[in-house]
Each structure stands twice: as structure tokens, then as C-alpha cells.
């Protein structure tokens, strides 16, 4: 017999016991991997399911138009039966593009401030309030860029449409701040502290160590950062829908008005349209050309990201 808490047990009483115990935790532990197998079932699942569904009708809009009046003609308008779907790719390169140019000096300057210069309590207040940016719903982005943007634009380039490249632009572009600065910060904040002594011990200044130091160290992880902020920048929706306009238009001058591929699909799939119609079925095609666009970059993304980490 063992004493325990002043009760007596036999050892098979007490075998027993831990039998039970353990056949409870087996079973959770048994339990656990099956949940968490459905989980990653049901994303792979769902994700399949989208594709098949753009595929299904993408291929049917393309027994009707040929791939080279798709993705060769000049003039889009679905409604005359013109699929020429190069002025939606050029106004959503040409978005994608001014946002860059908006978030990248912006984002990476913030990034390097937050990791290399700001201090500890510095971090905690900018970081959060930065972050915000990311949780703002695009819609208020849409009509920010409509109602102020755009306006003051207007005092600038007197002949710019209210409805703009530039503005939309400029917005989608305040946008992905937040997705390069916070991602490239956490890459910087990556790189061993002692490297950065090493190099302020050898004489160097604080930009030379993050210049030629923090930053090729985290190279990866910056550009895989920027990479993500193309995709999203690409992918964007509300904003251009309000502020860059509806009229498909094949060119670079971002004073006028245009239409990106994701403003389309919001304006193809009003009520209006008639099922299983060609206009409909161009929906998805569009669809599609978007899903291979942000595919891409993120093959990009991954593959940049593998190909330059560096391991400490």
C-alpha cells in the first residue's frame, strides 16, 4: 500500500488510474492532428474550388473570344463586344506603379527608423499608430482620395479629371505603407545585433552600418515585403473603383481617367448583367488574368525570399 494525502492505495489502484488519465490525453492527442488536418483541408479545398470556378467559366468566354483579341486588342468595352482587355492591365500597372513610388521611400524610411534609430518607447507609440493605416476598410481610402485627393491634384494639374490614375494612386499607395514598413522592420530587426557591433567597432557610422550592413543582411525579407505590396497594390479594389474612374483607357498619363482589372469585375457583376452571357463570362476571365498576375508575384516573393535568406 502508498500512503498519499493521508489515503491508502493500492499500486493497481493507482496504475489504473494514470490508465485512465492517459487514455483521456490519447484521445485529445488523437483528436488534435484530425482537426487540424480539416482545417488545412478545407483552405486547400476552398482554394481549389475557386480556381475550378474560374477556370469553368474562363474557358467557356474563351470558346467565344479568342486569346489574341483578349489579350492583344486595344479597346475594351464588353457591352459593343470589344474584349480587348490591355487598357484594364495597363490602368492597373499604371496604379501599381505610382504606388510603389508612393510606398517604398516612405515605408522604408519608416522601417529603418523604427529599427534603427527610434528608441524602445519611441517603437511601441509610432509602430501602432502606423499600423492603423492597414486596419482603415479601402472604402474610406476611396472616398479620401475622391473628396481631398483629387481636389487638391486639381489645383496642381488644372486639365487632371476628377476622377484619376494619380490620386488613386497616390492612395492605394498610403495604403501598403504599412504592409512594406512593418515587414521590412521585422527583417532588420532580425539581423544579430552583433554584426552591427562589429561594424561600429571597425569605425563605421550609424547609416553606414544600416546602409551596408542591416540592409543587405535583411534583403530578403525587405523585398519580399515589396513584392507583397505590388500583389496587394494590384489586387486592390474600392479605391480605384471611386477614384480612378470607369473608362477603360490604354495610357500612361495619370491625370486622366481610367479602369483597372478589379474595377471592372466590380462593375461587370451589377445586377444588369445577364447570366452565363459573354459580358458575364468575361468577369471571370478577368478574374483569371488577376489570379495569375498576383500568383506570380508571389512565386516571386517566395522564391526572393529563399534565394537570399540569410541564416544566423
Same mark, same amino acid.
Given at each position: 500500500m502508498i500512503s498519499k494525502n493521508n489515503e491508502q492505495y493500492s499500486v493497481q489502484e493507482m496504475i489504473q488510474a494514470n490508465k485512465n488519465k492517459k487514455s483521456a490525453f490519447n484521445l485529445i492527442e488523437k483528436g488534435v492532428p484530425a482537426f487540424l488536418l480539416l482545417c488545412a483541408t478545407v483552405s486547400v479545398a476552398t482554394t481549389i474550388g475557386i480556381l475550378f470556378t474560374l477556370l469553368s467559366e474562363t474557358i467557356g468566354f474563351f470558346q467565344n473570344i479568342s486569346l489574341t483579341e483578349f489579350y492583344?486588342?486595344? !479597346? =475594351?468595352?464588353? =457591352? #459593343?463586344?470589344?474584349?480587348?482587355?490591355?487598357?484594364?492591365?495597363?490602368? +492597373?500597372?499604371?496604379? /501599381?506603379?505610382?504606388?510603389?513610388?508612393?510606398?517604398?521611400?516612405?515605408?522604408?524610411?519608416?522601417?529603418i527608423f523604427l529599427s534603427e534609430y527610434a528608441s524602445e518607447r519611441t517603437r511601441k507609440i509610432i509602430k501602432p499608430i502606423l499600423e492603423i493605416l492597414a486596419g482603415i476598410p479601402t472604402v474610406v481610402y476611396g472616398f479620401f482620395a475622391?473628396?481631398?485627393?483629387?481636389?487638391?491634384?486639381?489645383?496642381?494639374? /488644372?486639365?487632371?479629371?476628377?476622377?484619376?490614375?494619380?490620386?488613386?494612386?497616390?492612395?492605394v499607395g498610403v495604403m501598403i505603407i504599412p504592409m512594406i514598413a512593418s515587414l521590412s522592420e521585422d527583417a532588420m530587426n532580425a539581423v544579430p545585433n552583433s554584426l552591427r557591433e562589429g561594424a561600429l567597432g571597425l569605425g563605421a557610422t550609424k547609416f553606414e552600418v544600416t546602409r551596408r550592413v542591416v540592409m543587405p543582411a535583411a534583403f530578403s525579407g525587405i523585398i519580399a515585403s515589396i513584392v507583397l505590396a505590388i500583389s496587394r497594390a494590384i489586387g486592390e479594389t474600392?479605391?480605384? +473603383?471611386?477614384?480612378?474612374?470607369?473608362?477603360?483607357?490604354?495610357?500612361?498619363?495619370?491625370?486622366?481617367?481610367?479602369? #483597372?482589372?478589379?474595377?471592372?469585375?466590380?462593375?461587370?457583376? !451589377?445586377?444588369?448583367?445577364?447570366?452565363?452571357? /459573354?459580358?458575364?463570362?468575361?468577369?471571370?476571365?478577368?478574374?483569371? /488574368?488577376? $489570379?495569375? $498576375?498576383?500568383?506570380?508575384m508571389n512565386i516571386l516573393s517566395q522564391y526572393i525570399s529563399r534565394r537570399f535568406k540569410e541564416d544566423y
Amino acid at each position: 500500500m502508498i500512503s498519499k494525502n493521508n489515503e491508502q492505495y493500492s499500486v493497481q489502484e493507482m496504475i489504473q488510474a494514470n490508465k485512465n488519465k492517459k487514455s483521456a490525453f490519447n484521445l485529445i492527442e488523437k483528436g488534435v492532428p484530425a482537426f487540424l488536418l480539416l482545417c488545412a483541408t478545407v483552405s486547400v479545398a476552398t482554394t481549389i474550388g475557386i480556381l475550378f470556378t474560374l477556370l469553368s467559366e474562363t474557358i467557356g468566354f474563351f470558346q467565344n473570344i479568342s486569346l489574341t483579341e483578349f489579350y492583344l486588342g486595344t !479597346k =475594351w468595352s464588353p =457591352w #459593343t463586344d470589344h474584349f480587348g482587355v490591355a487598357p484594364l492591365i495597363a490602368g +492597373t500597372l499604371l496604379i /501599381t506603379v505610382i504606388a510603389i513610388c508612393v510606398a517604398l521611400p516612405i515605408g522604408l524610411a519608416a522601417a529603418i527608423f523604427l529599427s534603427e534609430y527610434a528608441s524602445e518607447r519611441t517603437r511601441k507609440i509610432i509602430k501602432p499608430i502606423l499600423e492603423i493605416l492597414a486596419g482603415i476598410p479601402t472604402v474610406v481610402y476611396g472616398f479620401f482620395a475622391l473628396t481631398f485627393v483629387s481636389p487638391m491634384l486639381s489645383n496642381i494639374f /488644372t486639365d487632371m479629371n476628377i476622377f484619376n490614375a494619380l490620386s488613386g494612386g497616390i492612395v492605394v499607395g498610403v495604403m501598403i505603407i504599412p504592409m512594406i514598413a512593418s515587414l521590412s522592420e521585422d527583417a532588420m530587426n532580425a539581423v544579430p545585433n552583433s554584426l552591427r557591433e562589429g561594424a561600429l567597432g571597425l569605425g563605421a557610422t550609424k547609416f553606414e552600418v544600416t546602409r551596408r550592413v542591416v540592409m543587405p543582411a535583411a534583403f530578403s525579407g525587405i523585398i519580399a515585403s515589396i513584392v507583397l505590396a505590388i500583389s496587394r497594390a494590384i489586387g486592390e479594389t474600392m479605391i480605384v +473603383t471611386i477614384a480612378a474612374g470607369a473608362t477603360p483607357n490604354l495610357t500612361i498619363d495619370p491625370t486622366e481617367s481610367i479602369q #483597372t482589372l478589379t474595377a471592372f469585375i466590380v462593375q461587370g457583376a !451589377k445586377g444588369d448583367t445577364s447570366y452565363h452571357s /459573354t459580358i458575364y463570362s468575361s468577369i471571370y476571365a478577368v478574374g483569371m /488574368t488577376l $489570379f495569375v $498576375f498576383t500568383l506570380l508575384m508571389n512565386i516571386l516573393s517566395q522564391y526572393i525570399s529563399r534565394r537570399f535568406k540569410e541564416d544566423y
